[in-house]
């Protein structure tokens, strides 16, 4: 769901739900996801499926090469915006199904199907099978369209014919913003999206008149498939993950993926490029894979104690009341990944864990499974619309909604709400 709740952000951030405790966490939290969705979708130009879309926007706005620079410039920008109303209509339509979405995507069986079909698209970037676009929609796209509403309209086709080849990339983001129940957030981050996937064939809009001919995609782009055919097969590890009787058993797994990429791309496979800088590339990619492999594993391997957890129950409540000790309820599930690393993170940090101990009640509620009727009516009772929800209650037993967590919180900021709420009852 969003980034936790806190004071002093603008009223923008909290009508979406998506403010933080401070506005530096809000900062780098929310402005480096947006960051990471737009390269993103710039990288997903990359991908051979979309280069022929390349050649029709140059055509396109090649006629209007004559026109002035102003004109071409709210020609293009026309074209971006219809871009991304497709993508962004897909956040909104997530978000707004959430509770059903996100229901249906637990289901083991929902889970494994959908990384088979992942697994099945990864093998036709391997080159296993061809997917190509559909020639009606590439006829579509290639059609004259006048005036704005036109640059409009070409803007919102060529989103149409670009779908069948970033649908795979999108399908977890469409997942985390099911979730999210949030329809701000969803239009953000498509949008977002969007306009990275868009703005390389925007400049070449606006530049078309001036091009004498265009890029060649050269044998490199056969590796970049390859690329992206790893990254659909590390998406469904990581969709059938919670499936894992440990969370360490998941997560290696999914390292053993990055692991076998690196040697893949980087030492066997024989693509060659026309530059000694694409041997250098793949060399590069492999050691990245192994060091990337290796950050994620041995952490998990060499990590402390975490928090001792009890399952929730009102008589916890009513003892931690009257020995006058605040209370820290934890909402997660298996499938959340901001729930499994604040577990593995900030609940396993040292410092943390002594001041749990030492002040406090730690109570989870655990919610990977529905269906249970007590979680039922504790999700309705603290009003918890999505995982992670962190709820902080003070020595008599009262919640602190200004505390409340609703996302990943680094150690340090933790401690600072667990001493806040540890204080104010001294």
């Not at 926007?57 to 090469?65: A, D, I, K, M, Q």
């Not at 290639?142 to 509403?149: C, P």
């Not at 803007?155 to 999210?180: E, H, K, Q």
Request: charged share 10%.
């Amino acid at each position: 769901m969003g980034l936790p709740t806190a004071k002093g952000l603008g009223s923008l951030a909290q009508a979406s739900g998506i403010a933080a405790p401070g506005a530096t966490l809000f900062q780098s939290g929310l402005l480096l996801t947006l960051l990471g969705v737009f390269l993103g979708g710039l990288a997903l130009n990359l991908t051979p499926c979309i280069y022929p879309l390349i050649p029709i926007t140059v055509s396109y706005f090649g006629g209007r090469g004559g026109e002035r620079a102003g004109l071409l410039g709210v020609h293009t920008l026309l074209f971006l915006l219809g871009l991304a109303v497709i993508n962004s209509t897909l956040g909104v339509v997530a978000a707004l199904t959430g509770g059903l979405l996100g229901s249906v995507l637990q289901h083991p069986a929902v889970l494994v199907t959908i990384a088979v079909i992942l697994v099945g698209l990864a093998l036709s970037f391997f080159g296993l099978w061809e997917l190509k676009l559909p020639g009606f929609l590439t006829q579509a796209a290639s059609r004259s369209y006048s005036g704005y509403g036109g640059s409009l309209f070409m803007g919102v086709t060529l989103g149409v014919v670009a779908a069948p080849c970033i649908g795979p990339f999108v399908l977890g983001l469409l997942t985390y913003v099911a979730s999210t129940g949030n329809p701000y957030l969803g239009f953000l981050l498509f949008f977002v999206l969007s306009i990275g996937l868009g703005l390389p064939l925007t400049i070449l809009a606006f530049f078309s008149g001036k091009l004498d001919r265009l890029p060649r995609s050269g044998e490199w782009m056969i590796w970049v498939r390859k690329l992206f055919g790893w990254v659909l097969v590390a998406m469904a590890a990581y969709l059938v993950k919670p499936l894992f009787p440990s969370h360490l058993a998941g997560m290696i797994l999914f390292s053993a993926i990055i692991l076998a990429a690196g040697v893949h791309l980087g030492f066997i496979d024989r693509t060659k490029g026309t530059s000694r800088v694409f041997g250098v590339v793949k060399k590069s990619f492999g050691i990245g894979a192994f060091a990337l492999a290796a950050y994620i594993v041995i952490p998990l391997v060499t990590t402390s104690p975490g928090v001792a957890w009890q399952p929730y129950s009102e008589q916890l409540i009513q003892q931690a009341a009257k020995m006058g000790k605040p209370v820290i309820i934890d909402f997660y599930a298996d499938w959340c990944s901001p729930c499994v690393k604040l577990d593995q993170v900030t609940f396993h940090d040292p410092k943390v864990v002594g001041e749990a101990e030492a002040e406090f009640v730690m109570l989870k509620v655990d919610l990977t499974q529905k269906g249970n009727p007590l979680h039922e009516g504790l999700l309705a009772q603290y009003d918890v619309r999505g995982v992670p929800t962190v709820v902080f209650l003070d020595r008599q037993g009262r919640e602190r909604p200004d505390l409340r967590v609703v996302n990943y919180l680094p150690p340090a900021q933790m401690l600072e709400l667990m001493r806040e709420i540890r204080e104010a009852g001294s």
